[in-house]
């Protein structure tokens, strides 16, 4: 039971973690954490739209979130680094803040929904789920679903690829809450199978193998049609 309450409270501080950053690092398009305990220390390492805005003038705002890191959720000798995200649309940190930020401009959640959705379709992803929930009509609060491509909720392939994130705004009739879940282009179904097309330099060295093993059977075939030719001709003028 102990073992389960130290992997709980882990996750527990993880999840706060995630949460204080996306916060803090709001402006500079915060896209994830990744957080490995190593020996010397704790490696952090965030993802960002604008790392320069992570970092700060001569690495102060990256001291200061050090600095904070270790007081407020004791985290020891914590390492930061920080790394640019290359493509926004396959993130969906960045896509669900996106939403967020479009319902509370007054945006439509019908039109914000389909937007980011064909925005992350275009950027090349598999798969892409939107759900949108609060009172988005009327006073009793429900969701709306908005997918594309393949999108597989179960498996090793859901586990070990898939990307999701849940951000939640404040509007005038109430909270809302934004789910994204995004299967990226580099993503492996077992399933999916790919055909290779044998290499012509292989094939022809096979054949260059095959014609010099064969050649001592067909000189042994010659030599013995020579001598039994030879044999034939003196019984005859015998």
Not at 6 to 25: C, M, P, T, V, Y
Not at 33 to 50: K, S
Not at 121 to 134: D, P
Request: with cysteine.
């Amino acid at each position: 039971m102990a073992v389960v309450k130290h992997f709980i409270s882990k996750s527990k501080k993880r999840a706060e973690i995630d949460e204080f950053l996306q916060k803090k690092l709001e402006k500079a398009g915060y896209g994830g954490v990744n957080i490995a305990e190593t020996p010397l220390g704790t490696h952090i390492v965030i993802y960002a739209m604008r790392p320069g805005l992570v970092i700060g003038r001569s690495g102060e705002t990256i001291r200061e979130l050090a600095k904070t890191l270790e007081e407020k959720f004791g985290i020891s000798n914590p390492q930061i680094s920080v790394s640019e995200i290359e493509v926004p649309e396959l993130n969906p940190y960045i896509v669900a803040t996106r939403i967020a930020s479009a319902l509370e401009r007054g945006v439509h959640f019908r039109r914000a929904g389909f937007w980011a959705l064909n925005q992350v379709m275009e950027a090349g992803a598999l798969g892409v789920e939107i759900i949108i929930s609060g009172k988005l009509r009327t006073e009793r609060a429900r969701y709306e679903k908005f997918r594309a491509g393949y999108l597989p909720k179960c498996g090793d392939p859901a586990m070990k690829y898939m990307r999701k994130a849940e951000v939640h705004v404040q509007l005038k009739p109430g909270i809302y809450g934004v789910k994204v879940r995004i299967m990226p282009p580099e993503a492996k179904f077992p399933d999916k199978l790919e055909i290779v097309e044998a290499a012509t330099a292989g094939t022809e060295t096979i054949a260059e193998e095959k014609e010099t093993a064969g050649a001592p059977l067909k000189e042994f075939e010659k030599e013995a049609e020579e001598a039994g030719g030879t044999s034939d001709e003196e019984e005859a003028a015998k």
